[in-house]
């Protein structure tokens, strides 16, 4: 009997807490409602835009440092003209996620190792001697989808380059899905903590609010006593 009776009390506990919360909800004035629901959504606004602007830009050094890689794993077989390994390691990089496509070309400009069935015309891009010296990322189309695609050097340029290109779809996806297990999470718990702060101030900023408002009827009693 006592188990039961101590069941009850703290489902009538629960409820009772649940029932003030509710009214204490109700009685926040709408201007306060409007001000909660408007923080809310600046602050996923903003941290969307922060994160988004983070998780793209660690993508991008993601795409480089994979690009590094393969820049350096090709110059020693092109030196050493071991061009089946090279296929090899190209093909390799195309497997890995995000990757629409991997090729190399030689200080000439020549395609001497990529991944595709078929080299794409959309691919082609002339380079002067300068331009393969330097690392680069442009945007493109393959087969209709947006590719960025990032270019180092080989060798400083003397040996050719090194391309990789990222899926644009693959990237947008990966950022939708970790803002979405981040932001979202992040946001309700700000939001459950400024409205349990105004449920917690209420009973704080009224007598407070009671206090002045009988202070000034005081000066009020007072000014006209004394006209």
């Known amino acids: 009997m006592s188990n039961v009776y101590d069941a009850l009390i703290k489902a009538e506990k629960k409820n009772?807490?649940?029932?003030?919360?509710?009214?204490?909800?109700?009685?926040?004035?709408f201007d306060w409602k409007v001000m909660i629901a408007v923080f809310g959504i600046l602050f996923v606004?903003?941290?969307?835009?922060?994160?988004?602007?983070?998780?793209?830009?660690?993508?991008?050094?993601?795409?480089?440092?994979m690009a590094t890689n393969l820049s350096d794993a090709a110059a020693g077989y092109i030196a050493s003209k071991e061009v089946l390994q090279l296929k090899t390691t190209v093909t390799k990089y195309a497997r890995l996620n995000r990757?629409?496509?991997?090729?190399?070309?030689?200080?000439?400009?020549?395609?001497?190792a990529h991944s595709l069935a078929a080299f794409s015309p959309e691919l082609q891009e002339e380079l002067t001697s300068d331009q393969?010296?330097?690392?680069?990322?442009?945007?493109?189309?393959?087969?209709?989808?947006?590719v960025y695609e990032t270019r180092e050097p080989i060798l400083d340029g003397q040996l050719g380059t090194a391309h990789i290109g990222i899926w644009a779809d693959a990237v947008e996806r990966e950022i939708d899905q970790t803002l979405f297990m981040f932001v979202w999470p992040i946001t309700l718990g700000l939001l459950a903590v400024v409205t349990l702060v105004v449920f917690l101030a209420r009973p704080l900023i009224q007598p407070v609010r009671r206090l002045i408002e009988l202070r000034l009827g005081s000066q009020a009693t007072s000014t006209h006593s004394l006209e």
């Open 16 to 29: 009772g807490t649940m029932d003030a919360l509710g009214r204490s909800w109700q009685d926040i004035s």
């Open 45 to 65: 606004i903003i941290l969307h835009q922060l994160m988004s602007r983070a998780l793209r830009i660690q993508m991008d050094e993601s795409a480089v440092i």
């Open 99 to 112: 990757v629409a496509y991997a090729y190399v070309k030689d200080r000439e400009g020549k395609v001497i």
């Open 132 to 146: 393969r010296r330097k690392a680069n990322r442009r945007e493109l189309k393959l087969e209709g989808k947006a």
